[in-house]
């Protein structure tokens, strides 16, 4: 072993004293409190009048199941038709045109600066502006019969979430370098060509985490269709519930399969980022 440095003259040896560590009394404090408040909350859930036994029962029920499949599938067409219209929205926002440019700005304007709720509503109730809607001499049919709830919630959730998944996707655009574009245009290759063979390629890695938060958010915001009738999960438990008046039992019933589809989507999610991720890992090293 090698011998210890030897100290410069003129300092003392400090080796053997003992080293004072900082008390952290907040952080033993703070978590006190947070572990009397999650105590406090669930004595007043087992203490509450609340019928556990429903639960049980209702968790599986038949229509509960359907509801979350309508969920799911609910879920799954409106973010694939924001995805669409986000990718068309976002090249529109980059183009030289400033018409499409205009166009652009102002549908995200629009969807992102009105709630949610409202578009569904007025999605659902729009026979009472146009009575009629198709091809005038092709095809014609009565709004009221079209706009189903299915339809009003797909096209309000869909739409929607476009205006923000183009946000994303312009994000992602423009994360690419803009060598690639000039590498693009130098071999030849169209605007719209480069953008599906070169630049979305790359820009997946940058859209992939935020889009699977927004999927895990579109998840959620299905609920809001309970309020034009679309039997999803929230919707079916309000059906029980108001037959049988076990509000918090069927909400909670809600709340567990609403917890245990992100639950799923969250690990999936982080696979899916980390696909995405080893190019660029590879690249790096």
């Known amino acids: 072993m090698k011998p210890a440095p030897a100290l410069a003259e003129g300092f003392p040896d400090l080796s053997g004293m003992r080293i004072a560590r900082e008390p952290h009394w907040f952080r033993w404090l703070s978590a006190a409190l947070i572990v009397l408040v999650l105590a406090a909350i669930a004595r007043a859930f087992a203490a509450g009048q609340i019928e556990w036994s429903y639960v049980s029962r209702f968790l599986t029920a038949k229509v509960i199941l359907e509801g979350i499949v309508n969920t799911m599938v609910m879920a ?3 973010m694939a038709l924001g995805i669409v219209l986000g990718i068309v929205v976002a090249i529109m926002r980059l183009s030289p045109n400033p018409v499409l440019k205009s166009v652009a700005a102002g549908y995200t304007w629009l969807f992102r600066g009105t709630p949610l709720i409202l578009q569904l509503l007025l999605w659902f109730n729009l026979a009472l502006v146009f009575p009629t809607i198709g091809i005038p001499g092709v095809w014609t049919a009565r709004a009221v019969d079209v706009m189903t709830p299915f339809l009003a919630a797909l096209l309000g959730l869909g739409i929607n979430q476009g205006a923000y998944t183009s946000e ?13 574009y000039e590498a693009a245009h130098a071999i030849g290759m169209g605007r719209l060509r480069a953008l599906r063979r070169i630049i979305l390629p790359q820009a997946m890695r940058v859209v992939i985490p935020p ?8 998840v959620k915001a299905t609920s809001l269709a309970s309020v034009i009738q679309y039997p999803e999960v929230l919707h079916s438990a309000e059906n029980i519930y108001y037959a049988n008046s076990r509000v918090i039992e069927l909400l909670i019933v809600a709340g567990l399969w609403y917890l245990l589809v992100v639950s799923i989507l969250t690990p999936l999610q982080m696979l899916l980022e980390r696909r995405f991720a080893r190019g660029t890992m590879q690249f790096a090293r």
Do not use: K, P, T, Y
Not at 168 to 180: E, F, H, K, N, T
């Open 211 to 218: 889009l699977g938060n927004e999927f895990i958010g579109m």
């Open 76 to 78: 799954v067409l409106a």
């Open 168 to 180: 994303v996707m312009r994000a992602g655009m423009l994360s690419v370098d803009i060598g690639q």
